[in-house]
């Protein structure tokens, strides 16, 4: 029998404890469970304020083409069942489980800070990329319009920037994201896993459905905005035969790059999306850990540079060569897209009202 369905609207019924706490919780049946009860409503979402020194975070990872990027959220509500950054989670003692989904933290003082930052006679101008670790453009966004007031930022200091999102929220940004495009200071990736709507519900139940986001694609590209995509996460077994398809929909709707990256479960992940399999896929659940096993040296989840994002083996070796092919036939990644640092200009003394002029 399939395990239970998670809360409608969420991608995980799971909340394991912290692994960082001193105690853990384990559920047990009382007894007292009625047969005609429904149980709980769904969990609503609850937003977290975090103060922070800095907003810029920086990496010298050889696996991602940025050294720079911003978060200005932690957590997700869009509920993907395989997102990596799940068990970010646990470090501010919450579980990346429902918690992750429900417990929104956000930081209002991010374009403050961000300004700041930018003004430091030490910053040297390298592309940024926003919203990387979890969703910039996800539903909260559409309220707080942190994401919007950082890029705000980033449009009057003519710095460039980096996305990847799945929400066809963006198309708000259209005004600040087309200015930008102008002097090659933006590129927009869209996270396309499938093109079946049923399997987008399991997969990321609070994020726009597919065709909403090719739609997206295509408004940016038709203002000058380039666009690009990501099969993110390819999942063996699940997703991993529309490859080929999400890619030519994507380039009818004027993508130019396109990449894909392999299924990861670190640690808590793992007992996560696993759940996931057995509540949405139970005869293939087996089967989907055997190829992964097969493409991450006989583990689940493989995080040493250079493998983590591809995997190794066979498998691993034909998802390659099919990226390869499909890429060649559309014409998709024949350049690389290298954002414009010259236009670069800080931010003046103060506060962006401030009439304080700089003194050199």
Same mark, same amino acid.
């Not at 319009?145 to 198309?171: D, N």
């Not at 759940?275 to 293939?284: A, I, N, V």
């Given at each position: 029998?399939? #395990? $239970?369905?998670?809360?409608? *609207?969420?991608?995980?019924? %799971?909340?394991?404890?912290?692994?960082?706490?001193?105690?853990?919780?384990?559920?047990?049946?009382? *007894?007292?469970?009625?047969?005609?009860?429904?149980?709980? $409503?769904?969990?609503?979402?609850?937003?977290?304020?975090?103060?922070?020194?800095?907003?810029?975070?920086?990496?010298?990872?050889?696996?991602?083409?940025?050294?720079?990027?911003?978060?200005?959220?932690?957590?997700?509500?869009?509920?993907?069942?395989?997102?990596?950054?799940?068990?970010?989670?646990?470090?501010?003692?919450?579980?990346?489980?429902?918690?992750?989904?429900?417990?929104?933290?956000?930081?209002?003082? #991010?374009?403050?800070?961000?300004?700041?930052? %930018?003004?430091?006679?030490?910053?040297?101008?390298?592309?940024?990329?926003?919203?990387?670790?979890?969703?910039?453009?996800?539903?909260?966004?559409?309220?707080?319009? &942190?994401?919007?007031?950082? %890029?705000?930022?980033?449009?009057?200091?003519?710095?460039?920037?980096?996305?990847?999102?799945?929400?066809?929220?963006?198309?708000?940004? =259209?005004? =600040?994201?087309?200015?930008?495009?102008?002097?090659?200071? !933006?590129?927009?990736?869209?996270?396309?896993?499938?093109?079946?709507?049923? %399997?987008?519900?399991?997969?990321?139940?609070?994020?726009?459905?597919? #065709?909403?986001?090719?739609?997206?694609?295509?408004? =940016?590209?038709?203002?000058? !905005?380039?666009?690009?995509? =990501?099969?993110?996460?390819?999942?063996?077994?699940?997703?991993? /035969?529309? &490859?080929?398809?999400?890619?030519?929909?994507?380039?009818?709707?004027?993508?130019?790059?396109? *990449?894909?990256?392999?299924?990861?479960?670190?640690?808590?992940?793992?007992?996560?999306?696993?759940?996931?399999?057995?509540?949405?896929?139970?005869?293939?659940?087996? /089967?989907?850990?055997?190829?992964?096993?097969?493409?991450?040296?006989?583990?689940?989840?493989?995080?040493?540079?250079?493998?983590?994002?591809?995997?190794?083996?066979?498998?691993?070796?034909?998802?390659?060569?099919?990226?390869?092919?499909?890429?060649?036939?559309?014409?998709?990644?024949?350049?690389?897209?290298?954002?414009?640092?010259?236009?670069?200009?800080?931010?003046?003394? *103060?506060?962006?009202?401030?009439?304080?002029?700089?003194?050199?």
């Amino acid at each position: 029998m399939p #395990a $239970p369905l998670p809360p409608h *609207g969420r991608g995980s019924r %799971l909340n394991p404890g912290n692994r960082f706490s001193d105690w853990q919780r384990d559920g047990f049946d009382d *007894g007292w469970q009625d047969a005609g009860d429904t149980g709980p $409503p769904p969990p609503a979402t609850i937003l977290l304020v975090e103060r922070s020194r800095s907003v810029i975070s920086r990496n010298t990872s050889p696996d991602v083409p940025f050294s720079q990027s911003i978060n200005p959220y932690k957590g997700c509500e869009h509920g993907c069942a395989y997102c990596f950054a799940r068990p970010g989670h646990a470090y501010l003692g919450l579980s990346p489980g429902l918690d992750f989904e429900t417990h929104i933290v956000w930081k209002p003082d #991010a374009p403050e800070i961000l300004r700041r930052e %930018l003004a430091s006679p030490r910053y040297r101008c390298l592309p940024i990329a926003l919203g990387i670790n979890t969703d910039g453009w996800q539903p909260v966004e559409r309220r707080l319009r &942190l994401s919007r007031h950082l %890029l705000e930022i980033l449009c009057e200091t003519r710095h460039p920037v980096s996305i990847v999102t799945k929400s066809a929220l963006i198309e708000r940004d =259209l005004d =600040l994201l087309s200015d930008m495009a102008r002097d090659n200071l !933006v590129n927009v990736m869209f996270s396309v896993t499938t093109l079946d709507p049923q %399997l987008a519900r399991k997969l990321e139940p609070r994020a726009a459905s597919p #065709a909403r986001r090719l739609a997206a694609m295509a408004r =940016l590209h038709q203002a000058g !905005v380039p666009v690009g995509v =990501l099969f993110a996460p390819l999942i063996p077994a699940i997703n991993d /035969h529309e &490859l080929e398809r999400v890619l030519e929909a994507s380039r009818q709707a004027g993508a130019t790059q396109a *990449g894909y990256v392999l299924l990861r479960l670190p640690n808590e992940l793992k007992q996560l999306f696993a759940d996931w399999l057995d509540s949405h896929f139970p005869d293939r659940a087996a /089967h989907v850990h055997s190829l992964l096993r097969q493409m991450r040296g006989g583990a689940l989840n493989d995080s040493q540079f250079g493998r983590r994002m591809r995997g190794q083996g066979v498998f691993a070796d034909l998802y390659s060569q099919r990226l390869k092919r499909i890429c060649a036939r559309l014409g998709l990644n024949r350049e690389r897209l290298a954002l414009n640092t010259t236009a670069f200009r800080p931010p003046r003394s *103060g506060t962006a009202d401030s009439p304080q002029m700089p003194l050199f």
